[in-house]
Nanobody, 126 residues
Framework: QVQLMESGGGSVQAGGSLRLSCAASGYTYNHYCMGWFRQAPGKEREWVAS???????YYADSVKGRFTISQDNAKDTLYLQMNSLKSEDTAMYYC????????????????????WGQGTQVTVSS
């Protein structure tokens, strides 16, 4: 069973940076997608970025050029480096994973991710 745990959220002023981490465990082989999603109060869950375990990154237009998704396979950790933060980036951020055996481009729909962390709050003040 895949387990995920986020950390690294916090409060920052607009224009600042934060790095989120997601510790993962339970994978048995290396074909899956991991992604970051966020949900602000009163809004729908929004896909942020995804990465394929064998390479390939995907970003929502709203964060492209500001956020970077990466993974350290040796440490089984997913990262989201967030720069030039804006107040509209304020949300609870979740990491998620598909089941193993995924082939092809990583999905942007949360319904295709089977495992989720508990979330970490990011608050950006203007």
């Amino acid at each position: 069973q895949v387990q995920l745990m986020e950390s690294g959220g916090g409060s920052v002023q607009a224009g600042g940076s934060l790095r989120l981490s997601c510790a993962a465990s339970g994978y048995t082989y290396n074909h899956y997608c991991m992604g970051w999603f966020r949900q602000a109060p009163g809004k729908e869950r929004e896909w942020v970025a995804s990465i394929y375990s064998r390479g390939g990154t995907y970003y929502a237009d709203s964060v492209k050029g500001r956020f970077t998704i990466s993974q350290d396979n040796a440490k089984d950790t997913l990262y989201l480096q967030m720069n030039s933060l804006k107040s509209e980036d304020t949300a609870m951020y979740y990491c998620a994973s598909t089941t193993e055996g995924w082939i092809g481009q990583c999905p942007s729909s949360g319904y295709q991710y089977n495992f989720w962390g508990q979330g970490t709050q990011v608050t950006v003040s203007s």
